[in-house]
Nanobody, 112 residues
Framework: QVHVVQSGGGLVQPGGSLTLSCTVD????????VAWFRQVPGKQRELVAS???????KYGDFVNGRFTIFRNNAENMAYLQMNNLEPEDTGVYYC??????WSQGTQVTVSS
């Protein structure tokens, strides 16, 4: 059993920034591909960003350079830094490990 723990999220104004954090209990994050997904209202769950164990990065087309995925192996943490947020980014964001194990998700709301 892989227990994925996510934190961060909340309410932010358009143009603002948020950072989501992810870790895993009793295991090293280094052995996992880390991915962030989101589910926005009216759409299917979609990939936001991913980083494999070799460090290769992939971003959803909608990111347009606004988000950055990175990890700190010494802290056993992975992050999604989101800048210049738009109302269309509102949704539930999930951390995923190995394209298999999911966090509980957290709400991100971008609104004035």
């Amino acid at each position: 059993q892989v227990h994925v723990v996510q934190s961060g999220g909340g309410l932010v104004q358009p143009g603002g920034s948020l950072t989501l954090s992810c870790t895993v209990d009793e295991r090293s994050l280094e052995v996992f591909l880390v991915a962030w997904f989101r589910q926005v209202p009216g759409k299917q769950r979609e990939l936001v960003a991913s980083q494999n164990i070799e460090g290769r990065l992939k971003y959803g087309d909608f990111v347009n350079g606004r988000f950055t995925i990175f990890r700190n192996n010494a802290e056993n943490m992975a992050y999604l830094q989101m800048n210049n947020l738009e109302p269309e980014d509102t949704g539930v964001y999930y951390c995923n490990l190995g394209l298999t194990w999911w966090s509980q998700g957290t709400q991100v709301t971008v609104s004035s």
